[in-house]
């Protein structure tokens, strides 16, 4: 079933839009998990859930890189709790650039039980690992603490403010070094 990876509790997979997109609007339909996430969301309906999982599955398969945006599946129950990604970073003009970030998206439901920390643990070392990252970054709206914890309990150090990304929005910036890992 196409599985990157898998941890302790977690089993990192492909989304598979057929299938999935009842449970991914568990997570985008909803606007708590979408709050910091920007334009398009929460997703209005199942239809166009599936629509957007086929265009993101879409394009990360013609980029056939390495990098994507993979479903986060609970092995004791086999439900979809989240996404992990690790990607491209876009620059101020949105244009690809050679940074790398790590990000993640938990179901409400299933927040506060460390699955964020344990499946971006194992983003990091795909990253580092599988994709030779000598460095991997994290963007994070100043407002979403909880997503800033994560960054900590993934050892991730605080860089600053930064607007080199997404269109030149202020977001704080983390690094891990692979080198520190
Ligand atoms: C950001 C987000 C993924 C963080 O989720 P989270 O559940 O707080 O983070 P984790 O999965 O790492 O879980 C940590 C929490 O679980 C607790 N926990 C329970 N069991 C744990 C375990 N075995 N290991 C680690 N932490 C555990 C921790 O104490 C912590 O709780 P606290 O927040 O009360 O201190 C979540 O808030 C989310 O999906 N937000 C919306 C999407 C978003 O904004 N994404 C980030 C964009 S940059």
Redesign the pocket.
């Known amino acids: 079933m196409a599985i990157l990876f898998e941890t302790e509790r977690l089993m990192i997979r492909r989304w598979i839009p057929e299938r999935d997109a009842e449970q991914a609007f568990e997570i985008y339909g909803d606007p708590?998990?979408?709050?910091?996430?920007g334009r398009g969301f929460p997703e209005p309906n199942i239809e166009s859930q599936r629509q957007s999982l086929i265009r993101v599955t879409e394009r990360y398969n013609q980029l056939n890189n390495g990098t994507g945006f993979w479903a986060i599946v609970e092995k004791e129950t086999t439900k979809i709790v989240?996404s992990i990604i690790i990607k491209q970073l876009p620059g101020t003009d949105n244009v690809t650039t050679d940074d790398y970030e790590v990000?993640?998206?938990?179901r409400?439901a299933?927040?506060?039980?460390?699955?964020?920390?344990?499946a971006?643990r194992g983003m990091l070392a795909y990253g580092f690992d599988i994709l030779n990252l000598p460095v991997i970054y994290?963007?994070?709206?100043p407002e979403?603490h909880?997503?800033i914890?994560?960054t900590q309990?993934l050892g991730m150090k605080p860089i600053g403010r930064t607007n080199k990304y997404y269109g030149g929005v202020e977001l704080l910036l983390f690094q891990l070094d692979s080198s520190l890992v």
């Open positions: 708590k998990v979408t709050y910091f996430l989240g990000g993640w998206h938990l409400r299933d927040w506060g039980k460390g699955y964020a920390t344990e971006g994290a963007v994070v709206k979403n909880a997503s914890a994560v309990r």
